[in-house]
DNA sequence: CTCGTTGTGAGAGCGCTGCTCTCGTTTCTG
DNA sequence: CAGAAACGAGAGCAGCGCTCTCACAACGAG
């Protein structure tokens, strides 16, 4: 760890330049986030940020793949509040960890959930952090159906096509659970994101008013949904 | 409607912003619409165009209109091919027309049911045509309702703040229509408007390639339980 | 220790943006 | 017909992302 002085400084400046930004993006959004601002308050001029990243996107890239992982921490640090067996309990934390992350820091969710940025393309380094989540919500369901929690149900009738992605998944991530319990979980999950996004960017406006016993009513119909196929 | 020759001339150049911004809007996207761009291809100077609209997130809201007015549409054209009494015909296809839609305009979907433009706050003039779509989908579930096609199942306990909420829908605009059923249809809607956008930003990626199937596949067994609060 | 290489910050500058203000001209209205 | 209102052009301000050049400081090799 004998680096140079001048790699340990510009480690600093880079993780000072990351800071400010993440500042900025929490204050006024994505598209308020100036790489002159950051500069200015960093008290270097523009160009000189340049050296530490080649443009404003890429900037926006380090703050996207930090605000995936903020998600895959608010899912595991809500979920792993409940006894490993309560597999439900779990679903229904880590979606309301999720939320109450994306309600603290309106933005970063925006950032990953949201509409992609200008020119839209996800550069590899965003894959691997945005999977994070998905990892912890697998190991729920996977548990769930291993310690038969989850019920799989009549099995799913996909196409071809599908069910190879489907086996891919539970080849990589998911022994043993089901096509239908991985259809059920997407679907849940999505809802969950969807509840979220409708509820964030104000589309319950003047129609639900206490959000909080809204979304926890709308987590708990998805989760018995998920464990059992039905309502409760 | 003998409206003056100005007044006339004004709502012709009115239009024209309008349909060169939406045009610019579905080929860049909300951040690329240029009020300086758009008055260049009108031939005029960029102040001219602040005698129309008084600034460029005002040019923006007739277009946010002018989308939620598309994905009403685009759900009620799809929604009417089915025969009345299908109710589960005519819910999966409402989804697919907005889908559909969703794939057609991505930039438009994004406009609506993405990240809020930056300093966010919707203007009155949104919220109305916003309703439209909910109004499509409300018809389709009363009728459900009222045909008993949608099993209204056990009634829902729900905290008498929501309650409230959801009897002031109901009075508005679906009586007779149960809490549960309404909290269905909401959780399957965002299911849908969450899976649309997990598709179109890029979030399925790698891991599912037949899209269509599996949207589809969603949809269908989101209807099911919107209907019979089960899986199939 | 010296010398050439490389990393770094400052500064100026390009073209773009949203938006404001002024100034003639055109059109409407009382 | 005269005054008021609407309109388009033009110049200008402050901000943006980004590029290029230049001087200087830190570094590695001899």
Redesign the interface.
Known sequence: MAATARARVRAEITDEITAIARRHLAE?????LSLRAVARELGMVSSAVYRYFPSRDALLTALIVDAFSAVGDAAEQAEVTRPREDVEGRWVAAALGVRAWARAHPHEY?LV??????G?R?PADT?DP?QRVNLVLLRIVADGVASGVVEP??P?R??P??AA?LAA?RAALAPDVPD?VL??A???W??????I??EL???L??????LD??FE??VR??AA?LLR????
């Open positions: 006024q959004g994505a598209s308020g925006a959930y949201g509409t992609p940025v200008p839209y996800a894959i945005a149900g009549p799913l996909t196409p096509s599908l992605d998944v239908a259809c059920r997407l679907l849940v999505t809802q969950v994101l969807g509840g996004s409708y960017f104000g589309h406006q003047n129609g639900v008013h206490d016993a809204f009513l709308q119909q998805g949904y196929g039905a309502a409760r």
